[in-house]
Every structure is written in C-alpha cells, then in structure tokens.
C-alpha cells in the first residue's frame, strides 16, 4: 500500500507560480510514473503531466506544455509540479497519481485569480 500527500496549492494572481509536491510513502520500492491530474468544477478530471521514474522522462498535456514542469526527488520518492504563468483556467483540485496499483492522493486546491 503507497500513501500519496500532495501539498502547495493555495490562491495566486494570474501570471503567478506555484509549486506542488507530491511525498510517497509506503510501499515504493517499485514506483513506475508518478503524475498529476487536475479536476475542475464540472469538468472531467483530466491529465495534467507524467514522469516515467526510471530515467525521467516526462509527457505534458497540451494544455500546460511550456507553463508546468514536473521533476522528482528520488530520495524523497516525491515528485513536483512547477507552475508558472498560472492561468484562471488552471484552477481545479490537482491529484498525484502513482504506478503500479493507481494510488491516488487527496488533492490540493489551486486557484487563480485574474
């Protein structure tokens, strides 16, 4: 069982930053990706970005691409969301997801105002 604690959302003016951390704890011996999706008021929850653990690769939504960045510390099994030029649109619950077994985390509220 993989225990997954997002944290650093909060309230930002458009054109802001912010950055979300995602801390595993458990059973993470055999992490595949970590990544992040967001769900928003009467939307879908959707994906936001993707990291493959070994190696590092990553894969974005179009949405996002050139604005978030999603990197790891392997020590700390956590991955993060940097997200810069924040738009009114990004704002949602954004989730941590983790491969093998589909763990998910609680949320944390981003919210952007213009």
């Not at 959302?9 to 992040?36: D, E, K, N, P, Y």
């Not at 050139?66 to 649109?89: C, H, W």
Request: proline share 3%; with cysteine.
């Amino acid at each position: 069982q993989v225990q997954l604690v997002e944290s650093g959302g909060g309230l930002v003016q458009a054109g802001g930053s912010l950055r979300l951390s995602c801390a595993a704890s458990g059973r993470t011996f055999s992490i595949f990706h970590m990544g992040w999706f967001r769900q928003a008021p009467g939307k879908e929850r959707e994906f936001v970005a993707r990291l493959i653990w070994s190696g590092g690769s990553t894969t974005y939504a179009d949405s996002v691409k050139g604005r978030f960045t999603i990197s790891r510390d392997t020590a700390k099994n956590t991955v993060y969301l940097q997200m810069n030029s924040l738009k009114p649109e990004d704002t949602a619950v954004y989730y941590c997801k983790l491969m093998p077994g589909s763990s998910w985390g609680q949320g944390t509220q981003v919210t952007v105002s213009s």
